[in-house]
T-cell receptor
């Protein structure tokens, strides 16, 4: 199994550019989410989805959009990149909420984004 | 909002030493989880705890769900160089979603051979 796959692994953008971080999982997980990790800040939730067609905002959603058209894919879109969005982004997935284990996340390897 | 206080922020220890770290909150949680992140990688789940007072081991790692449900502890015995990384605690309540999963800011562990 590939697990959770993120692309690209590294990206450099100029301020104002837009881009999409891709995330795919092959475990048939209902829950998917995006976190950003900054030094000293831990993991902060950007957006999450409890199933295809359903998304919701996390702690730091501004400047980001998501959609969930399929169970497998959960792309994160940066609409107009800003230097404050320089960070490492992680996609994570887990089983649905009816299971006790839905808090047990499987993370991707991360996408390192620099905005100049 | 809910916050988790994880301590210590960092540890620098000698190989072979035991390690203890903890996570506390002013809120009650029904689930506590511990993750490890190695350099350049995503976090990986180490231990999940679902019952107050529960003590669970995974090799040299032992974690406990505090009896008050407001804290959790992780111990690593006889540390080795591959234990290096950042350890995150996370708390969650039943009936919530990933939006209710709260992470601590991590404990960075360095091990000197």
């Amino acid at each position: 199994n590939a697990g959770v796959t993120q692309t690209p692994k590294f990206q450099v953008l100029k301020t104002g550019q837009s881009m999409t971080l891709q995330c795919a999982q092959d475990m048939n997980h209902e829950y998917m989410s995006w976190y950003r990790q900054d030094p000293g800040m831990g993991l902060r939730l950007i957006h999450y989805s409890v199933g295809a067609g359903i998304t919701d905002q996390g702690e730091v959603p501004n400047g980001y959009n998501v959609s969930r058209s399929t169970t497998e894919d959960f792309p994160l879109r940066l609409l107009s990149a800003a230097p404050s969005q320089t960070s490492v982004y992680f996609c994570a997935s887990s089983y649905g909420g009816r299971r006790l284990s839905f808090g047990e996340l499987f993370f991707g390897e991360g996408s390192r984004l620099t905005v100049l | 909002g809910q916050q988790l206080n994880q301590s210590p922020q960092s540890m620098f220890i000698q190989e072979g030493e035991d390690v203890s770290m903890n996570c506390t909150s002013s809120s009650i949680f029904n689930t506590w989880l511990w993750y490890k992140q190695e350099p350049g990688e995503g976090p990986v789940l180490l231990i999940a705890l679902y019952k107050a007072g529960e003590l669970t081991s995974n090799g040299r790692l032992t974690a406990q769900f505090g009896i008050t449900r407001k804290d959790s502890f992780l111990n690593i015995s006889a540390s080795i160089p591959s234990d290096v990384g950042i350890y995150f605690c996370a708390g969650l309540n039943y009936g919530g979603s990933q939006g209710n999963l709260i992470f601590g800011k991590g404990t960075k562990l360095s091990v000197k051979p």
